[in-house]
């Protein structure tokens, strides 16, 4: 099994970390495993999973109607102008 040093930890972390580990009964370097295990699962967010987790959250709601974007004539708008 791999081992790696973290240097530079913040002192607040340390203390939170060492606050947690003593909450699960752990030692500090499990509860660091387990909070390193569970924050690199697969849980990834593709552009699509992304998406489907927004949905489930709004479609309850009634999803979200956004008004047309207004065009200029042609449906083109003006390019923007910066301070020129």
Known sequence: MAAITIRG????VKKRLRQRAAAHGRSMEA??????KAGLADREISG???LESIRSVVEPL????L???????????EPPHFGR
């Open 9 to 12: 930890l913040d002192e607040e």
């Open 31 to 36: 509860e660091a495993r387990e909070l390193l």
């Open 48 to 50: 699509r999973k992304f």
């Open 62 to 65: 009634g999803g979200i109607v």
């Open 67 to 77: 008004p047309p974007y207004p065009r200029g004539e042609g449906g083109r708008r």
